[in-house]
C-alpha cells in the first residue's frame, strides 16, 4: 500500500509555495517603471521574414494569441497537416500539456493533469470540455474531430475557464473553429491510400448565393480494407474504424451589422475496437473461468484477439448550430443555439476470451440543447466587458444493457438487465472585464459565473430466468435528484513591459457538475468536482518577430477529484465514478516557435507535471485472483500520494515545417517527434505506460505544372511503435486488459483546389 501522507504538513506546505510564487509574480509584473515600457518601440516589421500573426477568440473575442494574458496555443490547418495531425487524439502530439486517449469510442482529453478517466461514460461528461464554433459538446467521438478542409483554426485554452466558457471547464478546453464560406467560390478535393487498406475521402465546396448568402459543404471519411488484427476465433478482422463526417454552413449577411450562420453536422462510425489481455501485459493474464474448460489460445501478434464475441460499435449523430451576431452602437451580441443528438449500440467482451462467460449488448443514447447569449464590449472600448447566460438540457442512457453469459448463468439467469439514465438541467450567469491600470501599462481582470446544475437519476435492474423465463427484478427502481451550485471567478493581472514581452498571473476557480454513476444506476450522485488554480506566464516576441518563446507556471489544487475505478459485484468488474478527496497537478510547460531560415519553421514544446492524490483513503481498488476462480477482488486502499492516473511526468515535442521551390513545383516537408515518459493507468499505480517517442513524417509537392495540384505521402508512427491506448482491471481470465493503439500507418494523397 502507499505510503501514509502529513496532509496539514502537504497543506502548510503548499500555501507557502504559493505565497511565494504570488510575491514573485507582483515583483515582476510591477517593479519595472511604468516608462520603460512605454518607452521601448515595437520590434516587429509588417514586411516578410517574420512568423504569420495567430489570431484566437480565448477571451470570446479576437486577438493575436501573444497578446493573450493566458497559456493558450492555435494550430492552423496548415501546421496540423504538417505534423501529421489527423484528428483531435493526434493533438497530444504537438501541444504536451495535453493527454487524450478514448475507450467506448469517447473522447477523453487531459489538461495540465486534469481531466475525468470517466468521461467516456455516458452522462458523464469531461473535465477539459470539447467546442465547435462555440458550441459546447458533452460527448464527442473521434469522428467529429477529423480535421479536414473545413477547419480553420483549433486552439487550446489552459487552466480553468470557470467564467468565459463555464461548462466543466476545470482543466481547460479545446475549441475548433471551421471556415466560413464567403464571396469566393471554393473547391477543394482529397483522395488517399494507404496502409490497412485503407481509402481517405475529402470534399470542400463554398460558394456565394446572393451578396448576402453564402453556403459550403465539406465532407471527409474513411474506409479501412482490412483490420490491424484478426480474431483467431472467428478469422474476422479488428481494430478498424470507418467512418463519414459531412458538415454545411450557411451564412446570411443581411447588413453590415448582422451575421447569421447555421450549421449541420452529421456522423456515422463503425468500428471494432478489441481489448485483450496481451502484448505487454501478458504477465498480468492469469487463470480462467471456473467452468472453462477449452484451451485458451493467447494471440501471438499485438493486435490479434481470441474472442467469440467481437467489440464492436456504431455511432450515428447529429448536431445543429445556430449563431446570430448584431452589432449595436455601444456593444456587440450574440446568441447560440445548439442541438445535438445520437445512438451507440455496441457489443462488447467481458472476459474476452473463446468462453462465453461474459458478453454485453449496450444501447447507449443521449441528446443535449444548449443556449447562449452574449452582450460584449466594442473592440475600440476602453473597458472590454462581456456578459452572458447559459443554459443546457443533457439526457443520456444506456437503455438497456444486457448481460449474458456463463457467469450470469451460474446465478440462474439466462439475461441481467440494467437501465441508467440521467438529466441535466444547468442555468448560468457570467461576466468577465479587464481595465487597463497604471497608465495604461497593465491591465486587471476580473471574472464571475454563477451555475446552478439539476441532476435526475433513474436506475432499474432485473433479470430473466433460466428455465422457465421468468423475470425477476433485483429491487425497487432507483430514483434520485441532485442539486449543485457554484460562484466561480477569475482574478488576473497582466502588463506590457516591452510591446513585445507579456507578463500576466491568474487566480481561477473551475467547477465541474456532480453525476451519477449510470452502470449501474443506484447510488447517490458523485459530488462537483472543484479546481483552484493559480498562473504565472511569460510571452514573447523575438528577433524581429522571427521567434516565439512562451513558459507558464501553474498548481491546481482539486477537490473532490471525479476518477474512474473498478468495483467488483457479485464477482463481476464494473467501471464506476469515484470521488478523491484531494488532488493536486504543479509544473511547467513551455512552447516556441522559430523561422530560422525562410521556408524553414521549427516548433517545440514541453511540459513536466507533478500529478497526484494527496487526499484518498478510501480508493476502490481491485486485487486479482491467480487461482480459482480467478478473476478479480474488490475492496479498499489508500491511494494517497500515488500518481494521477494517465498523466505523464513528462511531454516533449519538437517539429520542423520546411517549404522550398525547385524545377518541379513547391515542396512542404513536415516532421514531428513527440515523446513522454511512462505513467500509471489506474488509480492503485500497478499496471504503468512505459516511456514512448513517436515520430511523423509527410512531404508534399504543388508540381508547377499543375499547380492547383498536390501529392501528399505520409506515414505515422514511424518506427511502428507497439502500445496500448487504454488499460484497465477486468474480471475473467485477463486479470489486466488493454486495447492497442494504431501502429505503423502510411498513405499517399493527392489533391485538388480552385
Known sequence: MPNELNHSEVIHSNLGTRGAVSSALLALLFNASVAGAQSVPANQDSSAGQLETVMVTAQRRAESIQDVPLSVVALSKESLEAAGVKNVMDLQQVDPSLSISAQSGAVIPFIRGIGNIASQTPGNESSVPIYIDDAYYSRLFVPYLSFADNIERVEVLKGPQGTLFGRNATGGLIHIVTRDPGQTTEFSAKLGYGSQQTTTGQVYFATPLNDQLAIDFSFSGQNMGEGFGTNLYNGADTYFRNFYTARSKLVWTPSDTTKVRLSAVQVRDSSSIGTVGGGGLRNYTRGLPPSFTQEFEQPSDFFDINVNYNTKRRHRGNAFTLRVDQEFGFADFSSISFYRQSREPWTSEGDHTNARWLEYDLNVEDKQITQEFQLRSKDDSTLSWIFGLYYMNADAAYDPVVITGEAIELGGLRTNVLIGKQEIDSKAAFGQATLPIFADAANLTLGVRYTQDTVDGFGRGFGETLGSGAIVSFGPP??????????????????????????YTSVSRGYKSGVFNLLPLSAPAVPPEVVDAYDIGLKSTLAGGRAHFNVSLFWNEIEALQTNVVEVVSGVATPKLASADKARTRGVEFDGDLLATDG???????????????????????TPLFVAPYGLVGGVGDVSGLGLPQIPEWKLNVGLDYEVGSGLGQWLLGTNVAYRSGFPWEADNVVEAPDLTLVNASVELKPSFARNTSVRVWAKNLTDEHYFGNVLAQTGPAGYLASPAEGRTWGVEFGYRF
Request: glycine residues 4%; without cysteine; aromatic residues 16%.
Open 478 to 503: 432507483y430514483v434520485d435528484e441532485a442539486k449543485f451550485s457554484k460562484v466561480t471567478y477569475k482574478v488576473a493581472l497582466d502588463r506590457s513591459f516591452t510591446p513585445d514581452l507579456l507578463g
Open 600 to 622: 524553414l519553421t521549427v516548433r517545440f514544446s514541453g511540459q513536466y507535471i507533478d500529478a497526484e492524490f494527496i487526499d484518498f483513503p478510501n480508493a476502490p481498488v481491485v
